[in-house]
């Protein structure tokens, strides 16, 4: 007899970008992805968390602030960017 197969979350990616958005709209908010780890839950695989913010920033809702260090226990003591939303996001957030 074989183990079921586990059901993949198909909707992370987007729950994160929305979470993302969430974080971007406060004018000022500097962020990382260790903050969307606290606010997330975990994503299917590592590499989902990095896509996530690289999708948010083509899309122009956040740019870089410069770099980090990871408070993750796994990612022990990493480089992290730092992310802030785009002048762009603010102003429409303030309107």
């Known amino acids: 007899m074989s183990n079921p197969m586990p059901l993949e979350d198909t909707t992370w990616t987007e729950d994160a970008l929305q979470t993302i958005e969430s974080m971007?709209?406060?004018?000022?908010?500097?962020?990382?992805?260790?903050?969307?780890r606290q606010r997330m839950r975990p994503a299917p695989h590592p590499n989902h968390v990095g896509a996530a913010f690289?999708?948010?920033?083509?899309?122009?809702?956040?740019?870089?602030?410069g770099f980090g260090t990871s408070?993750?226990?796994?990612r022990h003591g990493g480089a992290l960017r730092v992310w802030i939303g785009t002048p762009e996001r603010s102003l429409a957030a303030a309107a």
């Open 54 to 65: 690289r999708i948010a920033r083509g899309r122009g809702l956040i740019e870089s602030q």
């Open 71 to 74: 408070h993750v226990r796994s």
């Open 24 to 36: 971007a709209s406060v004018p000022g908010n500097r962020f990382t992805a260790d903050d969307l």
